[in-house]
């Protein structure tokens, strides 16, 4: 514990708490406007980034499936790491297509890659069970039952038992015990590879989404003001950018983390099967990166975060304490997350729970300031907040 | 005798001039239109709620409820009964509109609307209070003589006149919304820092036509001592007949202007529909006058002598308006018993016309302690409330502490076990660097709710808010970026 602790200050001191590169001067626009711009620029970016990774998921999953053993298994994890990694930080970026419906722009991509925090493995179990994965419709059925949290229990678990309860059917009729490791082991391998090709489809749609050449939001959110149908205003574009960082928050601090922590929805000390990774043991490495994702927007999308961001709206309207005591807990959060050796969050849980509190602390010091200085001074509303009426 | 419009009147020697000025007839036509326009409103406010869906958000969605001191008895009807409610709001606007079965009709409004304001602190605006305020003195203002389907089905109904008192009550609640509200404008975040509106402003420098002006830091200050004068001073402006239509058409730009850059829906309608109040009697009929190219009606005034004794129904009547008035001018003052910042503490906020004085958010999390195995969890509102309810509970101690009191008998229940709840709370006001609002050490679940000064309320921020700069840049290699 003690050793742990040293380990945070040292990474704390060690941390850039600088302010962040300068970018070039850049005349004459609006700084809300260029922010914008820069995002959508980052967002197309990532997206692109995450494009060619889930692609190769694909096809290690296909060639896992096709010929499988020891190296194409391990071909197929690697594959998913690679891109869980930069899922991970479009998760924290969520804006337009690939967000709710119930957004400016939404089209629910998001959940039909990523659908955590809904995740029943007794589906997925169900599922392999009746090989509902070869069904036409699969790609439209639950979001719970494909994405990456059921590519990551098919990739990596290798246990035997179920997680259906005594009612459900392929319990009840026997049907789950009745196949045999290798059948079983077969059919994960086929559902992972459908999961994964739909995966890629969805990676594809969320590019042509954003890209100039087809869907284009890039100019619907860079060109935010009036005449623009999804963004009348800066002001809602900006908004909506806020809501994507509020993940850090919802799913972050209250899902990712009190939940594990037992702060909430546990009756144990500890709830590591809370933890967002299962399977792959990446929960501390997904919380990296969506803090990466939140400083691509807060910061700058640029080399070591430089370029427009957020911390530029707040620095040109004065408010430049705001945007460095941002900085400073962003980095204070990941700081916790370096000091916790272990790869996953899983370990630490047990064994130092209160190395994974103060990663919890310093998520919470971010939100703190979201709820509170940051939307204040750019007159922003919360999440889901009623666009009603005021005085 | 001369009265509010000029007239003179007709001497009344036996009984105290006040009396006899109270009960003198004016012209109903300006108080019909203002019925009229009311129910209009109230309708169309009624179709809003319903075509948002602010009724599934505001009173479907919520589990808890946060209640008004004293009205913790109110039930809470069952969600599905809600959007029927605000038909029938709907419906009673129109007939008030209409002026039909009026007495049924504004009573029912008046007891409806209140109910949906009562149901929720957290639905609390100072404009729906206001219409509150406006049906409940119509209940006792018979604005269906004239112009109404009811003066239609009941002859006998028919009056244009009606006594005086009926658009002094009118005309006096709505120049204490407005004084008020000037007043409360009277502080150093709004005068000397033109804070909030700084804040609110440099936010709509995208807007076409007007966005490059608001980053002027001029125009929130002109506008910050623009809004205060206009607010304490309008009134008399109205009640002087000359001023009057100058007055008016200040009316109609201030409130298009404050619709147009906050989001605060139906507020400007119901300010300018209130402020008609003041426009003399019989404006409608030489308006309707001049429209048909007309000489303008004349009404026969109605014959009377003397006025009679003020009856002890009138002694009472009388009486009740004058408790009414002293309630409405004491109940905007009573923040100063407590001290401090009502802005930051809050205690005697509501019902005191401090209308747009602050932009507040805050963060809050609860630590909830079991009390014989010490075991702790951290909740965080929204477990309990809608994120309007937790944007709302967060920054008023008082809703804090009713959350806390759920908190503690929601776990209490599940443990079995005595709890303890404290409140991990910063709010940010008017741009300041966010601050604790209320002691992280203190035991909520063991505080009692009440009109008491709340001692667990931190004080407030002292230095000065945020003095914001424009983001848009004049020149190359301007700032931020």
Not at chain 1, 80 to 95: C, K, L, N, S, Y
Not at chain 2, 242 to 258: D, E, I, K, M, N
Request: net charge neutral; with cysteine; hydrophobic share 45%.
């Amino acid at each position: 514990m003690g050793v742990l602790s040293l380990t945070t200050v040292l990474c704390l001191a060690c941390s850039d708490t600088k302010p962040k590169p300068p970018s070039p001067p850049v005349g004459g626009e609006d700084v809300r406007a260029q922010v914008l711009s820069a995002t959508s620029d980052c967002i197309l970016g990532t997206a692109r980034e995450f494009l060619p990774k889930a692609q190769a998921l694909r096809d290690a999953t296909a060639a896992l499936r096709d010929a499988p053993d020891a190296a194409t298994q391990a071909a197929a994890r690697a594959a998913f790491h690679e891109a869980m990694d930069t899922w991970q930080v479009m998760e924290a970026i969520q804006i337009g297509p690939a967000a709710p419906r119930s957004t400016p722009g939404g089209q629910e991509i998001r959940d039909n890659i990523h659908s955590f925090p809904l995740y029943n493995r007794c589906s997925i179990e169900e599922q392999l069970v009746s090989k509902g994965y070869e069904a036409p419709g699969f790609a439209t059925s639950l979001v719970t039952r494909r994405g990456f949290l059921a590519l990551e229990y098919l990739l990596f678990y290798e246990g035997a038992e179920t997680a259906c309860g005594a009612n459900s059917v392929i319990v009840a009729n026997g049907t789950w015990a009745a196949l045999s490791a290798d059948e079983r082991a077969a059919r994960k391998r086929a559902y992972a590879a459908v999961v994964a090709a739909d995966v890629s489809t969805r990676a594809q749609t969320l590019v042509d989404a954003w890209a100039p050449e087809s869907g284009n939001f890039v100019k619907t959110l860079s060109t935010a003001g009036a005449g623009n149908a999804v963004f009348p205003t800066t002001q809602v574009a900006l908004n909506t950018m806020s809501d994507a960082i509020f993940y850090v928050e919802r799913e972050g601090k209250d899902q990712k983390l009190a939940r594990p922590l037992a702060l909430r929805d546990c009756s144990s000390d500890v709830c590591p099967e809370l933890l967002e990774s299962q399977f792959a043991g990446r929960s501390k490495k997904n919380l990296r990166q969506n803090l990466v994702g939140f400083r691509r927007v807060m910061d700058g999308c640029g080399p070591d975060f430089s370029g427009p961001g957020f911390d530029d709206v707040l620095t040109a309207a004065g408010a430049e304490t705001v945007a460095t005591r941002m900085r400073e807990q962003v980095l204070a959060a990941d700081a916790a997350l370096v000091a916790i050796e272990e790869d996953d969050l899983k370990q630490a849980l047990v064994q130092d729970k209160a190395s994974v509190q103060q990663v919890y602390n310093g998520f919470k010091g971010i939100t703190d300031l979201l709820k509170t200085d940051f939307i204040t001074t750019l007159d922003l509303e919360p999440p889901a907040g009623l666009e009603g009426d005021n005085d | 005798m001369t009265d509010a419009e000029g007239r003179e009147g007709t001497p009344r020697e036996s009984y105290p001039r006040v009396w006899s000025w109270l009960l003198a007839p004016r012209d109903i036509a300006a108080l019909a239109v203002f019925r009229m326009a009311l129910g209009a409103i109230i309708a169309v406010s009624a179709v809003r709620f319903l075509t948002y869906g602010w009724v599934d958000v505001l009173f479907a969605r919520p589990r808890f409820r946060f209640t008004y001191w004293g009205f913790g008895w109110l039930p809470a009807l069952p969600s599905t009964w809600m959007p029927a409610l605000f038909v029938a709001l709907g419906v009673l606007g129109v007939l008030l509109m209409l002026g039909l079965f009026y007495r049924v009709t504004v009573a029912l409004l008046f007891a409806v609307f209140a109910y949906v304001q009562l149901v929720d602190v957290t639905n609390y605006l100072n404009h729906y209070y206001l219409v509150s305020l406006l049906l409940g003195l119509l209940c006792f203002i018979p604005a269906h003589r004239a112009f109404s389907l009811d003066a239609l089905r009941e002859p006998a109904l028919r009056s244009d006149w009606l006594p005086t008192w009926c658009t002094v009550l009118l005309r006096f609640q709505v120049a204490v919304v407005y004084v008020y509200a000037g007043l409360a404008k009277v502080t150093t975040d709004w005068l000397v820092h033109a804070q909030p509106l700084n804040i609110w402003l440099a936010a709509r420098t995208g807007l076409p036509w007007v966005g490059p002006l608001l980053e002027q830091r001029w125009v929130a200050y002109a506008a910050a001592w623009g809004g205060m004068l206009f607010d304490t001073t309008i009134v008399l402006f109205l009640l002087w007949r000359r001023t009057r239509p100058f007055a008016y058409v200040v009316v109609l730009g201030f409130h298009t202007v404050t619709f147009v850059l906050f989001p605060i829906g139906m507020f400007p309608f119901i300010m300018v529909t209130a402020a008609m109040v003041f426009f003399e009697p019989s404006w409608p009929r030489r308006l309707l006058a001049r429209l048909r190219r007309r000489p303008s009606e004349t009404v026969a005034s109605p014959t009377h002598g003397a006025v009679p004794a003020p009856s002890w129904r009138g002694r009472v009547a009388l009486g009740a308006a004058l408790v009414y008035a002293f309630l409405q001018v004491a109940l905007p003052l009573r923040t100063h018993a407590y001290g401090g910042n009502v802005l930051w503490h809050e205690q005697g906020m509501r019902f005191s016309w401090r209308v747009m004085t602050r932009e507040k958010n805050g963060s809050a999390t609860f630590m909830v302690r079991d009390g014989v195995t010490g075991r702790e969890w951290h909740v965080v509102p929204s477990q309990y409330l809608t994120r309007l309810q937790e944007r709302e509970m967060a920054v008023q101690p008082d809703l804090i502490l009713q959350l806390a009191h759920h908190i503690a008998r929601d776990f209490e229940a599940t443990t079995h076990h005595p709890v303890e709840v404290r409140a991990d709370v910063r709010v940010s006001l008017n741009g300041r660097m966010s601050e604790p609002l209320v002691d992280p050490t203190v035991d909520l679940a063991k505080e009692e709710d009440g009109l008491g000064a709340k001692a667990w309320i931190l004080p407030s921020p002292e230095g000065p808010p945020i003095h914001l700069r424009p983001t848009r840049t004049a020149r190359a290699g301007g700032p931020g970026v």
